[in-house]
């Protein structure tokens, strides 16, 4: 049994009296132990699929459409708020796109960390405090006894994002959906924190979320990957297959806008045009007016997810084979 087995998933966005889809039909499955990363340009519908997974959509303009979500086997979408909340933060966590949103400035960091552990596993304030300090150094705050004081605007970005992940380690997730956890810091930071992250994981054995628009991070730090465009799941496998057999030109677009010297792709430094807003109808497939591949057949039928092997799914009319 899949750790986390999504199905179909479709979020709407009530604008009016209309509803817009802006997530369909994603299916994903995350097991034990494992680090899957879900990328696309910015409006894909990335983030909203990981709070959906969290349950964090309630009193947004965003609706669960359709589709299941199970995590442990139990059925996410027919628990109660409160049962909800509790599986947050005790068995899955999160650590959100801008850190400083997140950490609330006028608390001394230690006290927001301890917040997390006494919410959620009822230790006294003592005990929180030597559990604070542990995770600290856990992340490799330096001098974690005098850092445990200090306010959120009192560290660098990369010093805040770990605090972000102490306070989602609080209390030993199993899954951690950590969206795009690196983007506001120096690339040197980045790796650090992605370093981080992973020899955690090694640690505890709990699996892993990355949200990314980098498709080289993803390829350098997950077991497989999701390709997100415009809502919708684009291309599917593991990280090897992917990069032996890149499939979607929309995946091959992501790659050949990193700078990846061996990977021939001539044709685009970058994805040309922009993603489609969720008002503007796009018939056919939604990438087609980007898209160097697309023909008649691409403006006017919307692909379906084929296999391309048994892991391997890919949403194109001209799915491109091997680039290597
Ligand atoms: N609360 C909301 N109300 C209305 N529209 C929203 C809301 N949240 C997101 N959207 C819209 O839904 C679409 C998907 O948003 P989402 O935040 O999931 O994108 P993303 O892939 O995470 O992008 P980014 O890389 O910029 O973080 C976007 O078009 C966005 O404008
Ligand atoms: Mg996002």
């Given at each position: ?106 608390y001394r960091v230690g006290d927001q960390i301890m917040e997390a552990i006494i919410q959620h596993r009822g230790m006294s304030r003592k005990r929180a405090r030597e559990r604070a300090l542990d995770l600290l150094d ?6 974690p006894m005098r850092?445990i004081d ?16 102490a306070?989602?380690?609080a209390c ?153």
């Amino acid at each position: 049994m899949a750790l986390l087995d999504i199905r179909d998933l479709d979020l709407s966005i009530a604008r009016g009296s209309e509803l817009l889809p802006v997530v369909q039909g994603v299916s994903l499955t995350v097991e034990e132990d494992e680090t899957l990363g879900i990328v696309g340009e910015s409006g894909c519908g990335k983030s909203l699929t990981a709070l959906a997974i969290m349950g964090l959509l309630e009193g947004s303009a965003v609706r669960i459409a359709g589709g299941s979500m199970h995590f442990q086997g139990r059925d996410l979408l027919a628990l109660s708020p409160g049962e909800r909340r509790r599986m947050m933060g005790d068995q899955m966590a999160m650590i959100f796109q801008e850190p400083m949103t997140s950490l609330n400035p006028v608390y001394r960091v230690g006290d927001q960390i301890m917040e997390a552990i006494i919410q959620h596993r009822g230790m006294s304030r003592k005990r929180a405090r030597e559990r604070a300090l542990d995770l600290l150094d856990l992340v490799r705050i330096p001098d974690p006894m005098r850092r445990i004081d200090s306010f959120p605007h009192q560290m660098s970005g990369g010093q805040r994002q770990r605090v972000m992940i102490a306070m989602a380690l609080a209390c030993d997730p199993k899954l951690l959906i950590a969206d795009e956890p690196t983007t506001a810091l120096d690339v040197t930071v980045q790796k650090d924190v992605l370093e981080l992250m992973l020899g955690l994981q090694r640690r505890t054995g709990m699996s892993i979320v990355l949200i990314s628009h980098d498709l080289g991070v993803i390829a350098e730090t997950c077991d497989k990957v999701a390709v997100m465009y415009r809502g919708r799941i684009v291309e599917q496998a593991s990280i090897s297959e992917l990069l032996s057999n890149m499939s979607h030109p929309y995946t091959l677009g992501l790659l050949g806008s990193i700078p990846a010297p061996d990977h021939d792709v001539e044709w685009l430094d970058a994805i040309p045009g922009r993603v489609p807003t969720l008002d503007e109808a796009v018939p056919g497939c939604a990438f087609h007016p980007r898209c160097f591949a697309a023909e008649g057949s691409c403006r006017t039928v919307d692909p379906v997810a084929a296999a391309i092997s048994p892991a391997h799914f890919v949403r194109c009319h001209f799915p491109q084979g091997s680039t290597t």
